[in-house]
């Protein structure tokens, strides 16, 4: 299907690697239990060229740089680099020989100066002291190079703006020598004044032979600054060393297009006349989101796409309580809640499985039962006292409810797979008699047969009465499951409408390009 | 956890099934089982090196007087740390509530109404205590070791204004006759030990507040997301803790029959490192009341021995040292262990 693509903007593929070839990275194949992260990625950098990532979450490229940075281990595939044959097994080994990563989160010590941060872990010392002033002169130097002459190498970094901190973290990268620098989304923190001038320091670098691998969801940006680009899907390369200025429609349609496709249940289609269980009203938490209101009926699903980082998960949490909404109001089946409040919400019968189910959601060390109740135990108990041979007999209800497997309510949480730990947290707020479930990226982790399960499970429960609010950055899969959708992009909503009347190409227009539809 | 804490383990499981054993031995039980070793390992250090004034009733008793206080402060201390907490306060709280239940004021009270009223001022002191280190800890969000730090060295300043400096003895009759006394020839300030870790081990394993406990020690936030209020139970935690200091100083005040603001220095520590060995996790979301009695029996038993063979105060302080770091070095092979299974 892409072929045509592939072979039409990749000079360098083949036997033989050209001179100018810096890094090339082959068929690499990486497995984390339950799921292929990696299925073979090839990518190819060239000295001097900012070679631009893209894929859709979930498509690898995370997974990819973590290789390449020594922070996983490829299980197949090879490396070369500078023409030889490199192997990163930790993240030092890939600093020395010249790849340095700034990641997505700023990985700068707050308190440190500039100079400290800049030669952390490699300080210039005589004899176990450190020699500050060839230190501060080094750091200096790296900054001019950056064009910040500004920055004192002595400011403790923590009082420095998010840009200043990129350009530290860059400092760093070059006090490496890096060779390679692979940048994680990092327009993500900076408005558009600092963008342009981290364009500016970026091709300064590419100026003076050091190749930038950068990763960014946004295409105005890497028509801007890249110069070739390779797209990720589903762990593998589809196209590589396309030239930036390949058409978004061709862009989209390569990352899109799945080879899996999910099979989703049937909409049974909402009664105009169900009762309206979830109202938010110009909801906004400063900073974050603004001006979200939708309602959901009994037995409808609402879908929230947009990036990650555009707000959705916020939604959902300030919805429940979990954050102090500053503005708006969330009513649940017609009462009000109070603010910042989780309890109130689950009282009046809203429950969020949130997106990072062990951090979250589990209590990973206790057996499956206790997970299953930890929102209504107290309905086991008499005068304080639980009956825990019927709070065990309701877990094993919603154990066969759910389908959940192995349906052992004694064994501990965190031997679970992903999709059963899922289940469990759907198994929770059923005991708990939710009708209101608002779901962040429920199948994450999840392998592709549970998910189907889930799906089901989804649907049935909509059908059963709930209303559903599920956020996915899988955008097929919002299209797949909800009846209304509405995008999400950098904290506002841009588009509200059933899901059959848009596809995926025209909700990643909308989050990409940020227009209006 | 809490049904395996009291599963009975018979010598022919052992045998007969290596299997069982083995989980047994990675499980709850098998911690228990690593502490009833080191206390019959004390026991026979003690038979063999005292022989007659070691393994006598007196002895025993004596034993068991010196852990009762520290017993009661350890559990709870448990729940604290159980809850993902720590309570560095509860030494200098005992020692507030022993001055504050022996001034003029309360005494006289007490000669005139009942000698509870000393007992309810220092619950109350106790309580009140911990309820400004929960509010600190919960709503002020003040990190728990520094909060609590703050109370050991206020309430033990406290205790000295209040004192003066001075030794307040307990000139109340009727306290001391009840809490002096013995019941079945065995002293009240013990059977107050097993009461309250009697009653501990019900409220940690069978109520709804042990559930919430482990619950918000465990995954605090997996915890708010299900609707419980960590905030207010973490409070009730210190708030527990505080008063068992207050029940620790009332026995402090029976074994001394003096209140003093030098009371209880030190014992946080004990209640702390007894709490470890037995096998509550520092890091929170679960404990053991049945571990911590123990890990309370090989300290006191530890110390009985050591003061019976004339051994230095120093001496025992390095085999408790040696003690803790083994206890914790074995709980986090045993954590690793269940984790990777």
Known sequence: ?517 | MSATDLSPVTSADAVTAPGVLRRMMSGAAGRNIGLVIALGLLCVFGVVTAGERFASIDNLMTILRLAAVIGVLSVGMTFVITGGGIDLSVGSVLGLASVWATTLATQTMAENLHWSVMVFTALAVGAGAGLVNGVLIAYGKVVAFIATLAMMVAARGLAEMIANRQTQIVHVDTFLDVFRAELLGVSVLVWIFAAVAVVGWVLLNRTTFGRRTLAVGGNPEAARLAGINVERHTVYLYVLAGVAAGIAAVMMLARTTAGSSTHGQLYELDAIAAVVVGGTLLAGGRGTIVGTVFGVLIFSTLTNVFTQNNLSISAQAVAKGVIIVAAVLLQQRLAARTRST
């Open chain 1, 1 to 517: 299907m892409v072929d045509g693509v592939q072979s039409e903007g990749c000079p360098g593929a083949g036997p033989t690697v050209p001179s100018d070839v810096l890094l090339h990275m082959h068929g690499i194949v990486k497995h984390f239990p339950g799921a292929k992260a990696l299925d073979g990625v090839d990518l190819e950098v060239v000295a001097g060229e900012v070679h631009c990532l893209l894929g859709q979450n979930g498509a690898g490229k995370s997974t990819l740089i973590k290789v390449l940075s020594g922070a996983h281990q490829p299980d197949s595939g090879s490396i070369e680099f500078e023409g030889r044959a490199l192997s990163v097994p930790n993240p030092v080994a890939a600093l020395r020989a010249g790849v340095a990563t700034m990641y997505q989160e700023l990985d700068v010590v707050d308190g440190l100066s500039v100079a400290e941060n800049v030669f952390l872990g490699h300080e210039i010392t005589r004899g176990g002291f450190t020699r500050r002033r060839e230190l501060l002169g080094r750091t200096a130097e790296l900054l001019a190079r950056l064009g910040h002459p500004g920055i004192s190498p002595t400011t403790e970094v923590g009082r420095l703006s998010a840009a200043e901190q990129q350009i530290v973290s860059m400092a760093r990268a070059l006090s490496h020598r890096a060779r390679v620098i692979i940048m994680d989304e990092p327009s993500a923190v900076l408005d558009s004044e600092e963008v342009a001038n981290l364009f500016r320091v970026v091709r300064e670098l590419t100026g003076q032979g050091v190749a930038v691998v950068y990763i960014s969801h946004r295409l105005e940006e890497i028509r801007q600054v890249g110069d070739r680009i390779t797209v990720l899907k589903d762990g593998r390369t589809v196209a590589a060393g396309l030239p930036a200025s390949t058409p978004t429609r061709d862009l989209i349609r390569l990352m899109t297009g799945r080879t899996v496709e999910h099979a989703f249940p049937r909409r049974a289609g909402v009664p105009a006349d169900a009762e309206v269980l979830l109202r938010v009203d110009g909801l906004g938490l400063a900073g974050r989101f603004e001006g979200v209101s939708f309602s959901v009926r009994a037995g409808e699903v609402v879908g929230l796409a947009g990036l990650v980082g555009s707000g959705r998960s916020e939604i959902l949490e300030t919805i429940v309580g979990a954050r102090r909404a500053t503005a708006g109001t969330v009513e649940v089946a017609g009462r009000r809640l109070r603010p910042g409040s989780v309890s109130a919400a689950v009282a009046a019968g809203a429950g969020l499985a949130p997106e990072e189910r062990k951090r979250q959601g589990l209590l990973l060390d206790e057996p499956l039962y206790r997970n299953i109740t930890l929102s209504s135990f107290a309905r086991f108990a008499r005068a304080g006292f639980l009956d825990e041979r019927a709070e065990r007999g309701a877990a094993r209800q919603q154990l066969l409810a759910t389908d959940l497997r192995p349906a052992d309510p004694d064994r501990t949480a965190r031997t679970f797979s992903g999709g059963n730990q899922q289940k469990a947290m759907l198994a929770r707020w059923l005991e708990h008699g939710c009708r209101v479930l608002l779901l962040d990226e429920p199948t994450r982790g999840v392998d592709v047969g549970a998910r189907a399960e889930i799906y089901g499970l989804v649907r049935r429960l909509a059908e059963r009465g709930a209303a559903v609010v599920i956020v996915s950055s899988e955008i097929d899969e919002v299209l797949g499951l909800a009846d209304t959708v509405l995008v999400i992009s950098e904290g506002r909503v841009v588009h509200t409408g059933p899901a059959e009347l848009i596809d995926e190409h025209a909700v990643l227009d909308l989050v990409m390009e940020g227009s209006a539809a």
